[in-house]
Antibody, heavy 117, light 108 residues
Framework: EVHLVESGGGLVQPGGSLRLSCAAS????????MHWVRQAPGKGLVWVSR????????GHADSVRGRFTISRDNAKHTLYLQLSSLRDEDTAVYYC??????????WGRGTLVTVSS | EIVLTQSPGTLSLSPGERATLSCRAS???????LAWYQQKPGQAPRLLIY???SRATGIPDRISGSGSGTDFTLTISRLEPEDSAVYYC?????????FGQGTKVEIK
């Protein structure tokens, strides 16, 4: 069965850092483009970052560019998101998602990041 | 960036009725790069429709998508209690994907 499982969320102070992980299983991770999408409490979905299957291409939303870094380890079937210089407005559930031609056909259950002093 | 505007904000209907959800784009969406997702409280989104009108695996045929250019529609015929959720459209034709703000479907 195919799965994505996020981890690494938690409470962090403004200006702090955190690394999220997303463990993939049940499919060929190394050939899949992967993304991070976030959802602030009670709000809608917002695309955050993407990475190509071979890690050669990455992209970030304007709101996180220069602060967040997406990466992956195909040998470990794991996707990462390094969050730095965190702000209150980064508080959200962070989902990893598999891309199939641009749309997202597989989602994890998400991990909550709370930025607060 | 392509902005997607969904309407109405909330739809309240009875079981068996038809739900029609709208998604309007600020510019033409190329190559039918539009998808729809369903999200229930406390759950991750689930893909319903991609490429404007192609149903994802396991999605019943009472759920359908249509449209072109800047105007797109998700139709749920014969509503069931399990359809109570928030529905999001997404465009993936540009350099960055964007989502609409969502339409909440309530079942009376």
């Amino acid at each position: 069965e195919v799965h994505l499982v996020e981890s690494g969320g938690g409470l962090v102070q403004p200006g702090g850092s955190l690394r999220l992980s997303c463990a993939a299983s049940g499919f060929t991770f190394s050939t899949s483009w992967m993304h991070w999408v976030r959802q602030a409490p009670g709000k809608g979905l917002v695309w955050v970052s993407r990475i190509s299957s071979d890690e050669s291409t990455t992209g970030h939303a304007d709101s996180v560019r220069g602060r967040f870094t997406i990466s992956r380890d195909n040998a470990k079937h794991t996707l990462y998101l390094q969050l730095s210089s965190l702000r209150d407005e980064d508080t959200a559930v962070y989902y990893c998602a598999r891309s199939a031609g641009g749309y997202f056909d597989l989602w994890g259950r998400g991990t909550l990041v709370t930025v607060s002093s | 960036e392509i902005v997607l505007t969904q309407s109405p904000g909330t739809l309240s209907l009875s079981p068996g009725e038809r739900a029609t959800l709208s998604c309007r784009a600020s510019q033409t969406i190329i190559s039918s790069y539009l998808a729809w997702y369903q999200q229930k409280p406390g759950q991750a989104p689930r893909l319903l429709i991609y490429g404007v009108s192609s149903r994802a695996t396991g999605i019943p045929d009472r759920i359908s998508g249509s449209g072109s250019g800047t105007d797109f529609t998700l139709t749920i015929s014969r509503l069931e209690p399990e359809d109570s959720a928030v529905y999001y459209c997404q465009q993936y034709g540009g350099s960055s994907q964007t989502f609409g703000q969502g339409t909440k479907v309530e079942i009376k």
